[in-house]
């Protein structure tokens, strides 16, 4: 029973006579600590688990099975992947609390229709809804409004022409005033100005292979939300038929942007005015050259802030299967290019780079330099090309990791009568792809000698050797390596 706000149990007594052990001291927990508890056993953002992990804590004892059973915050998750008797039990237990409802399937089922039916009713509770869009005009159609509704997610249903637009009845800013978050997935209703309004989150993704984003539409709903502090957006920027509007975000914490093709995204950065504090991601195509420099410009502008404290301190560039990126601290930029011989590796970078001041290029402290390209085997002047680069930007670079150097690029790390390039290196992380071990030891080791000798003021202290496969690794090699380096560390 609840006494209180305790959980009660009355003690049993066993054949004997004897009471049996006093109430365990979980029942005697307060109310709000024991739901904190069940909901770590059944954590809701798990939700398809939800419901079977539920109904195992309510086997464990009648007291529990009561708790749960009249408490409203455990059954708070609609879901249309749960069977319908568990779904109707929810809709029923939550009583007036806030639910979230998600009917976003696109294979409609018979008990999908129903549930969508039964929310009708309850949507003046509704706070988070994951629905079809043509589903969504069926509920405006049906229900007077949803007050409580903030998030709001909108895929797209099978239809005959994925093409064709979705009316709504009305403006859905109306029916749901305080409505904060919109995911729009490959979704084309009829836009209207603004469709929605006053918003903090918004996150479009048209798909790769539909017409493009309608930008105009789209900073119509920007100018109408000045709090927004998320901005996500992923598709084809088509040209620009017009200007488009300059709108001012200054709450804007998180900015994403993905555009694998067209040639507008400078206009559309340039249009925003704005200094994201947490991240700004920007991926585009590099494919046209001629674009490359103005999108790289208004990166600078919009994202070198986020390039500072601690996170910044670390600097990651990675050449990949046709793309290119640089990350620091919560700046991301990516280059897509389907060209090898267009993508001129990691080169295209050094404009981010003059554009940081110099205390933020003093600050880097760890670069991280990788090959992942499966295509195309490492070229032979990437690492050094880029090292240099580094160098001349990133002066007190105390922790280095690079893909595999081979003797022939033994200069890539400074000259060995001149010491390191890195006079403040402190850890060295190389890694052996297809190659003996003693190609690194004779890239390295000459250093290492003339640091034990004292030739030279820097010694590292740390060298991290990662080879591919295990049979690659020579221990005797590795013995010399320990002898020099007071830490040796082997990965595989």
Same mark, same amino acid.
């Given at each position: 029973?609840? %006494?209180?706000?305790?959980?009660? $149990? %009355?003690?049993?007594?066993?054949?004997?006579?004897?009471?049996?052990?006093? &109430?365990? =001291?979980?029942?005697?927990?307060?109310?709000?600590?024991?739901?904190?508890?069940?909901?770590?056993?059944?954590?809701?953002?798990?939700?398809?688990?939800?419901?079977?992990?539920?109904?195992?804590?309510?086997?464990?004892?009648? !007291? &529990?099975?009561?708790?749960?059973?009249?408490?409203?915050?455990?059954?708070?998750?609609?879901?249309?992947?749960?069977? +319908?008797?568990?779904?109707?039990? /929810?809709?029923?237990?939550?009583?007036?609390?806030?639910?979230?409802?998600?009917?976003?399937?696109?294979?409609?089922?018979?008990?999908?229709?129903?549930?969508?039916?039964?929310?009708?009713?309850?949507?003046?509770?509704?706070?988070?809804?994951?629905?079809?869009? +043509?589903?969504?005009?069926?509920?405006?159609?049906?229900?007077?409004? /949803?007050?409580?509704?903030?998030?709001?997610?909108?895929?797209?249903?099978?239809?005959?022409?994925?093409?064709?637009?979705?009316?709504?009845?009305?403006?859905?800013?109306?029916?749901?005033?305080?409505?904060?978050?919109?995911?729009?997935?490959?979704?084309?209703?009829?836009?209207?100005?603004?469709?929605?309004?006053?918003?903090?989150?918004?996150?479009?993704?048209?798909?790769?292979?539909?017409?493009?984003?309608?930008? %105009?539409?789209?900073?119509?709903?920007?100018? /109408?939300?000045?709090?927004?502090? !998320?901005? #996500?957006?992923?598709?084809?920027?088509?040209?620009?038929?017009?200007?488009?509007?300059?709108?001012?975000? +200054?709450?804007?914490?998180?900015?994403?942007?993905?555009?694998?093709?067209?040639?507008?995204?400078?206009?559309?950065?340039?249009?925003?005015?704005?200094?994201?504090?947490?991240?700004? =991601?920007?991926?585009? #195509?590099?494919?046209?050259?001629? %674009?490359?420099?103005?999108?790289?410009?208004?990166?600078?502008?919009?994202?070198?802030?986020?390039?500072?404290?601690?996170?910044?301190?670390?600097?990651?560039?990675?050449?990949?299967?046709?793309?290119?990126?640089?990350?620091?601290?919560?700046?991301?930029?990516?280059?897509?290019?389907?060209?090898?011989?267009?993508?001129?590796?990691?080169?295209?970078?050094?404009?981010?780079?003059?554009?940081?001041?110099?205390?933020?290029?003093?600050?880097?402290?760890?670069?991280?330099? #990788?090959?992942?390209?499966?295509?195309?085997?490492?070229?032979?002047?990437?690492?050094?090309?880029?090292?240099?680069?580094?160098?001349?930007?990133?002066?007190?670079?105390?922790?280095?990791?690079?893909?595999?150097?081979?003797?022939?690029?033994?200069?890539?790390?400074?000259?060995?009568?001149?010491?390191?390039?890195?006079?403040?290196?402190?850890?060295?992380?190389?890694?052996?792809?297809?190659?003996?071990?003693?190609?690194?030891?004779?890239?390295?080791?000459?250093?290492? +000698?003339?640091?034990?000798?004292?030739?030279?003021?820097?010694?590292?202290? $740390?060298?991290?050797?990662?080879?591919?496969?295990?049979?690659?690794? #020579?221990?005797? =090699?590795?013995?010399?390596?320990?002898?020099?380096?007071?830490?040796?560390?082997?990965?595989?």
């Amino acid at each position: 029973m609840l %006494q209180h706000g305790r959980m009660i $149990t %009355q003690p049993t007594t066993v054949a004997g006579g004897q009471p049996r052990t006093p &109430w365990a =001291a979980i029942n005697d927990l307060p109310l709000e600590i024991f739901c904190e508890i069940i909901l770590l056993a059944a954590p809701q953002d798990r939700v398809l688990e939800y419901y079977g992990r539920l109904r195992v804590l309510r086997l464990v004892a009648t !007291s &529990w099975s009561t708790l749960i059973d009249n408490h409203p915050k455990f059954w708070t998750i609609v879901h249309a992947l749960d069977r +319908e008797p568990v779904w109707r039990m /929810a809709l029923q237990k939550s009583k007036a609390a806030e639910i979230d409802v998600d009917v976003g399937s696109i294979f409609e089922s018979k008990s999908q229709t129903r549930l969508i039916k039964a929310i009708v009713g309850h949507m003046p509770r509704v706070r988070s809804l994951r629905i079809i869009d +043509e589903e969504f005009g069926y509920l405006l159609e049906n229900t007077s409004a /949803a007050p409580c509704l903030r998030s709001l997610s909108l895929g797209q249903g099978l239809r005959d022409n994925d093409d064709d637009p979705i009316a709504l009845p009305f403006h859905p800013a109306k029916w749901a005033p305080n409505l904060r978050n919109v995911d729009l997935m490959c979704s084309p209703l009829t836009w209207m100005e603004p469709l929605w309004n006053n918003l903090e989150r918004l996150f479009i993704d048209t798909g790769r292979f539909m017409p493009g984003l309608p930008m %105009q539409e789209i900073f119509t709903i920007l100018k /109408a939300s000045p709090g927004l502090r !998320s901005l #996500d957006i992923t598709g084809i920027v088509p040209p620009e038929q017009s200007p488009l509007p300059a709108v001012k975000l +200054e709450a804007l914490e998180s900015l994403r942007f993905d555009s694998t093709k067209g040639g507008s995204l400078a206009e559309a950065l340039n249009s925003i005015i704005a200094l994201p504090t947490a991240r700004c =991601a920007v991926h585009f #195509d590099a494919s046209d050259e001629t %674009q490359v420099e103005s999108a790289l410009q208004s990166i600078c502008r919009i994202g070198l802030s986020i390039a500072d404290g601690e996170a910044g301190r670390k600097l990651e560039l990675v050449r990949n299967d046709n793309v290119n990126s640089l990350t620091m601290g919560g700046f991301d930029v990516r280059l897509y290019s389907k060209a090898h011989d267009k993508l001129n590796h990691l080169m295209n970078f050094t404009q981010l780079f003059e554009g940081l001041s110099p205390s933020r290029r003093a600050a880097v402290t760890t670069v991280k330099i #990788d090959d992942r390209d499966s295509a195309t085997p490492t070229d032979s002047n990437l690492v050094p090309a880029v090292l240099s680069i580094v160098h001349f930007f990133f002066p007190n670079i105390s922790h280095l990791s690079i893909p595999r150097i081979t003797e022939t690029q033994e200069t890539a790390l400074g000259r060995p009568n001149e010491g390191w390039l890195f006079p403040h290196l402190e850890t060295l992380s190389l890694r052996s792809h297809n190659n003996h071990p003693r190609h690194v030891m004779g890239v390295v080791k000459p250093r290492l +000698e003339a640091a034990e000798a004292g030739e030279h003021v820097t010694r590292v202290k $740390t060298l991290i050797l990662k080879f591919v496969c295990w049979f690659h690794v #020579d221990e005797e =090699a590795i013995a010399e390596l320990d002898a020099l380096v007071p830490n040796v560390v082997v990965e595989r």
